[in-house]
């Protein structure tokens, strides 16, 4: 009995809430609909995924990176090159200077005195110059005169040799009428013009020699005058040293130096940094292998946020950093660890790049960059 109602009961049951199961489907399509969306949604976002890890693959493959990274650039010291006080500093900290610009001046009241002194040196020297050039024409002028008294005298001698050679015949001859004393007049007249000629040429060696003196003293006066407008080149020089100026435009930076201060030779007063920057990128060795010279680099630099900047890779460090320490390693000593070592390569920024970073390019910002190995 119990077995027959229960049926009976069940399908009462089913009777009462027949009305309800339209409801009970929709719910259970929703569900079905519910399923099919999170399967649908799940599967974009694998495919997403993949498709996200997939551009990254290509990427890496195509790309060589690292954010061990810096910028450089020259900076060249400024420095005194004589001792003086300061009386004028032109320029500030940061300012922007051009090539040959004056930066500090230092009072050239003393080195002044020391070019007047030099210049009258050199007019001194000058002067002796031309003493010396009238004593040596004047010297000139005793040779010539000691030359002609020579000829002079060679002509004298010549007819004293034959007066005496003719009165000598005419002694040896019985019937002359030449006497012993003509005779000994002659001779002494053709004695004394020998004598004559020998003092002659003793008084042209002498004029000779008085014009070789001169002419050496000649030497010795242009000499002087070489010393004396060296001189007067280096005290110029000392003056114009008094002002100095930037080798090259630029930024100042380090400016230590006051107006009053004295300064010594070699003395540091400040710094000037070159506009133009590059990139310092330490690569690990092992991403050498891909990287050539000219490759196309993009470049962020942390100073300047959101932004890349076009480069070109220009060479490669000849050593690893740690070759060029100060204390390199010694692998031969002691237990060996393999340490992956990094090598300098230097990037150039493009024109454009330059000019869009302007002075926000600094050495020693920060940089992030990223070589194309595609070409």
Not at 8 to 31: I, K, L, Y
Not at 118 to 144: G, H, K, M, S
Not at 220 to 225: D, E, K, N, S
Not at 336 to 364: D, H, M, N, Y
């Amino acid at each position: 009995m119990n077995t027959i109602a229960d049926p009976a009961a069940s399908v009462s049951e089913f009777v009462d809430v027949a009305p309800d199961r339209p409801a009970t489907a929709g719910r259970a399509r929703t569900r079905v609909l519910r399923v099919a969306w999170g399967k649908i949604l799940a599967g974009t976002a694998l495919a997403a995924v993949a498709t996200a890890v997939a551009a990254y693959v290509h990427h890496a493959a195509g790309y060589e990176s690292t954010d061990d990274a810096f910028l450089a650039g020259d900076v060249h010291p400024i420095s005194a090159r004589i001792n003086g006080t300061v009386s004028r500093v032109l320029v500030d900290d940061n300012a922007v200077v051009r090539a040959g610009e004056p930066l500090v001046e230092i009072d050239p009241a003393d080195l002044n005195l020391a070019v007047q002194g030099a210049a009258a040196d050199l007019a001194q020297a000058q002067a002796n110059l031309i003493q010396v050039a009238a004593q040596i024409t004047r010297a000139r002028a005793e040779v010539d005169a000691a030359t002609a008294r020579i000829a002079q005298n060679a002509a004298q001698l010549t007819r004293a040799g034959l007066d005496f050679h003719r009165v000598e015949q005419l002694a040896d001859d019985h019937f002359s009428a030449v006497s012993a004393q003509e005779l000994d007049a002659a001779r002494a007249g053709y004695d004394a013009t020998k004598a004559a000629s020998q003092s002659l040429v003793a008084e042209h060696a002498s004029a000779e020699a008085g014009l070789a003196a001169a002419e050496a003293q000649r030497s010795v006066a242009l000499a002087q005058i070489q010393k004396a407008g060296a001189a007067l080149d280096a005290a110029k020089l000392q003056v114009d040293y008094t002002v100095i100026r930037a080798p090259n435009s630029g930024r100042v930076a380090r400016k230590n130096v006051e107006v009053g201060q004295r300064l010594q030779p070699g003395q540091p007063v400040m710094a000037v940094v070159d506009q133009q920057v590059w990139v310092v990128a330490n690569f690990k060795e092992s991403q050498l292998a891909r990287l050539r010279a000219g490759e196309k680099v993009a470049i962020s630099v942390d100073a300047v946020e959101g932004r890349q900047f076009g480069g070109t890779v220009q060479s490669f460090a000849p050593g690893t950093g740690a070759e060029f320490s100060l204390l390199p390693p010694d692998n031969s000593t002691g237990n060996f660890t393999k340490v992956v070592q990094r090598v300098p390569v230097k990037i150039l920024f493009s024109p454009a790049a330059l000019a869009a970073g302007g002075e926000r390019f600094a050495p020693g910002l920060s940089a992030n960059v990223s070589v194309s190995i595609r070409q």
